[in-house]
């Protein structure tokens, strides 16, 4: 999908969710915080939230405006890529708090944590 509008529309709207739920129902979020990083769990969950609508609008923005349209992979891709790095040891203690769940569950929390790669070479693409 090189240039797609289609990728940019998912990942806006992946951001955008994303970012909002962590408002809504901040305590999921709160949960796979590592204990390591410093602050509050409820700052990062907003903080991440807040990226996450950032990136969202962003997305939307260098898509739908052919001004704005060559700062998505020159800026925007690469923020986005970064981000789902940043947050991935997020979901590896996802997997770990969920090791115990059942097998369904456990099973969706371990497949996050190989996903982010082929999500991150999505997001590296935007604008492309």
Do not use: C
């Not at 996050?112 to 999505?122: E, L, T």
């Amino acid at each position: 999908m090189p240039n797609s509008p289609l990728r940019s529309g998912v990942w806006a709207s992946v951001f955008g969710l994303a970012g909002t739920l962590h408002f809504v129902h901040p305590h999921n979020f709160d949960a796979i915080v590592p204990e390591a990083v410093p602050g509050t769990k409820r700052q990062w969950t907003y903080a991440s939230g807040v990226a996450e609508l950032a990136l969202a609008g962003a997305i939307a923005a260098t898509t739908l405006a052919p001004s704005l349209r060559p700062y998505q992979n020159k800026l925007v891709a690469p923020a986005a890529a970064v981000f789902l790095a940043a947050v991935w040891p997020a979901n590896m203690k996802m997997a770990w708090d969920w090791r115990n769940k059942k097998p369904l569950l456990k099973a969706l929390a371990f497949a996050r944590v190989p996903a982010q790669i082929p999500m991150i070479n999505s997001v590296r693409k935007l604008g492309a």
